[in-house]
T-cell receptor
Framework: KQEVTQIPAALSVPEGENLVLNCSFTDSAIYNLQWFRQDPGKGLTSLLLIQSSQREQTSGRLNASLDKSSGRSTLYIAASQPGDSATYLCAVSPGNTPLVFGKGTRLSVIA | DTGVSQNPRHKITKRGQNVTFRCDPISEHNRLYWYRQTLGQGPEFLTYFQNEAQLEKSRLLSDRFSAERPKGSFSTLEIQRTEQGDSAMYLC??????????FGSGTQLSVL
């Protein structure tokens, strides 16, 4: 059974810092990996999707990497801003089956 | 607004009552998913439709839960005889491929 773990569970940083969120998964046979953002009491917004054949994806200040063989992904956020404060969720797709999510990392960026 | 729409946004009910939630997916999406999320946890898969066919159900979906998607358009999720443990955010997502899911804002259920 696929399990997804995210470390740290919570993170607080001053504005302007670069930061890294970590995600690990137990079964390397994945179809793709996605990073989502969730604001309190809201739904999820997809940030980046990495196919299993890819190593990384970039969108603005966000960069996600994937090392499928070791079962790891990182989300790098450059020059963090207070508006980045949210919960970041990692999810893997085992194939033609539903996404499996981690518990998320709750990020607070302090002005 | 062409996003995924969920109603109601919030529902407070007493234990033992039945509740029904509705999800309107993005119109051209043939896949529809229901997830449940409790505080501090990631979303957990409940069930999945492709068009009107319910193709997969999680073991989390007890016999008190039923989901439908008539005509392959909107979907409803009904919980009968609600229990306090059913309190959670119920999230709906739709997609046109297995790859990218678009989520609604969710329905927050509180069972008193």
């Amino acid at each position: 059974k696929q399990e997804v773990t995210q470390i740290p569970a919570a993170l607080s940083v001053p504005e302007g810092e670069n930061l890294v969120l970590n995600c690990s998964f137990t079964d390397s046979a994945i179809y793709n990996l996605q990073w989502f953002r969730q604001d309190p009491g809201k739904g999820l917004t997809s940030l980046l999707l990495i196919q299993s054949s890819q190593r990384e994806q970039t969108s603005g200040r966000l960069n996600a990497s994937l090392d499928k063989s070791s079962g790891r992904s990182t989300l790098y956020i450059a020059a963090s801003q207070p508006g980045d404060s949210a919960t970041y969720l990692c999810a893997v797709s085992p194939g033609n089956t539903p996404l499996v999510f981690g518990k998320g990392t709750r990020l607070s960026v302090i002005a | 607004d062409t996003g995924v729409s969920q109603n109601p946004r919030h529902k407070i009910t007493k234990r033992g009552q039945n509740v029904t939630f509705r999800c309107d997916p993005i119109s051209e999406h043939n896949r529809l998913y229901w997830y449940r999320q409790t505080l501090g946890q990631g979303p957990e898969f409940l069930t999945y439709f492709q068009n009107e066919a319910q193709l997969e159900k999680s073991r989390l979906l007890s016999d008190r839960f039923s989901a439908e998607r008539p005509k392959g358009s909107f979907s409803t999720l009904e919980i009968q005889r609600t229990e306090q443990g059913d309190s959670a955010m119920y999230l709906c997502a739709s997609s046109s491929s297995p790859e990218k899911l678009f989520f609604g804002s969710g329905t927050q259920l509180s069972v008193l």
